[in-house]
């Protein structure tokens, strides 16, 4: 009985389950159930008319995957938190990427150690995929413990939202444009200060500083406006997206040691007086805003288009 | 129109209520589906298996080995939680039918 032998073992190795009882138990079943058939079926129990009910039975796979009725991997409950977690995590993870991306360390969670636009962008797919396995494999454990666990639904990132009136849209591109006019004027003009004597060294960096961070304000700005002005026609959750990605990189290029320097003597300031502590304090500040915008736009957009569908 | 699928899905329930219906008295296996194939209600041995298994989790069936013509044979049979289970589900079939033969225009 070669033949079935190896057919039960072959059944072995596509059973579910780590219970070897079980599984031991399962087996014995179907070797009872093939030999009665052999016997019943073509006359006497012997190595052909066992090969014959084998054949008749089914491949080992076939007859593992009826076991497997009742059983998922992932219970199809859980499906929509599989695509939902995986979202969310999958933004955070792009935020803390671009956090070690645009202040050029090692911020990420898991290493980030490329500081250029293509390592950036090659490590998203992996990025990708870890966090695709770790949400399936948390919710795998979920399925096979059988619980009741109760997993928190943030319908705050599925929830329909509504589209801004045109009225509304008109308004968010009258006001940026209006700060780029009003930044663009107040860098070509100003600023404006009280007194008439020689600016000290300390004031010299303050002031070209600050026009720096005009320049960097007005760039972000016509981003943003840019970006209203495609909303007015059609308005999209991933023109922000976009528009949040080119501002990170307009910030970093800004200020990368690479292109600050020419950047700084193109608008006729002072390469080495462009760095004063409240400027540093100000781009941590908005690349920060800029990148948690860009993640909760990133969760909301994965979550409409792909939850839903799901 | 292809009705397999339909067809699979309504058997489901109804093999499960059958084998408890079946099973009052102990069979094997191999046993069941020659009875039913006799019946003309052929069932598929890998379909008939896994089923008895998970009732027997459920403990709405009871099983035990004998040795008969020098062949082990598992034979199953309802188990008392079973047979509460199976004037539940009869009760249920029965009204289901009721209702689909007042809406024919039988009753």
């Given amino acids: 009985m070669v033949r079935l032998k190896k057919h039960l073992d072959d059944v072995r190795t596509f059973l579910p389950g780590t219970d070897p009882d079980k599984v031991d138990e399962i087996l014995k079943e179907i070797e009872s159930y093939l030999l009665e058939r052999a016997e019943r079926e073509h006359g006497e129990i012997n190595d052909t008319t066992v090969a014959m009910s084998i054949k008749e039975y089914g491949s080992p796979e076939e007859v593992a995957a009826r076991y497997y009725e009742g059983g998922p991997i992932i219970a199809p409950h859980l499906k929509n938190y599989l695509f939902m977690y995986t979202g969310i995590l999958f933004a955070i993870h792009l935020g803390l990427h671009l956090i070690a991306f645009v202040f050029g360390e090692n911020g990420a969670i898991f290493s980030f150690r490329g500081t250029d636009l293509i390592s950036l962008v090659s490590q998203l797919p992996v990025t990708f995929i870890f966090d695709f396995g770790l949400v399936s494999l948390i919710l795998y454990f979920v399925t096979q413990a059988k619980g009741t666990a109760k997993l928190p639904h943030f319908t705050y990132f599925i929830r329909e939202e509504k ?17 780029a006019v009003i930044t663009f004027l107040a860098f070509t003009y100003g600023p404006f200060y009280l007194g008439n004597g020689e600016l000290t060294e300390i004031a010299i960096v303050a002031l070209d500083s600050f026009k720096f961070g005009l320049f960097l304000a007005f760039g972000l700005l016509i981003i943003d406006s840019v970006s209203n002005l495609i909303n007015i026609f059609n308005y999209s959750r991933f023109s922000k997206i976009v528009s949040n990605t080119l501002g990170l990189v307009f910030l970093f290029l800004a200020v990368s040691p690479d292109y600050k320097s020419d950047i700084a003597s193109y608008l006729s300031l002072n390469p080495s007086s462009v760095d004063h502590p409240m400027l540093v304090a100000i781009l941590f500040l ?3 805003v800029l990148i948690v915008d860009l993640v909760f736009e990133t969760i909301k957009f994965w979550a409409s288009r792909i939850v839903r569908t799901n | ?21 079946m099973l009052d008295e102990p069979m094997y296996g191999y046993d069941i589906v020659k009875t039913l194939g006799e019946r003309n209600f052929p069932i598929d041995e890998n379909t008939l298996y896994p089923l008895l298994r998970r009732l027997e989790e459920r403990e709405i069936l009871s099983s035990e ?28 079939w029965k009204e289901q039918e009721l209702l689909l033969k007042s809406f024919a225009g039988e009753e």
Avoid at chain 2, 1 to 21: C, H, P, S, W, Y
């Fill in chain 1, 163 to 179: 589209t801004p009136s045109i009225g509304k849209r008109i308004g968010s591109l009258i006001g940026t444009s209006a700060g």
């Fill in chain 1, 286 to 288: 908005m690349a920060i």
């Fill in chain 2, 1 to 21: 129109m292809d009705i397999g699928k339909l067809a699979t899905e309504m058997n489901r329930g109804f093999i499960q209520l059958l084998v408890m219906v």
């Fill in chain 2, 65 to 92: 080995w004998r040795v008969e013509e020098n062949k082990p044979r598992k034979y199953y049979f309802v188990s008392e939680t079973g047979r509460q289970v199976r004037k539940e589900l009869l009760r249920i």
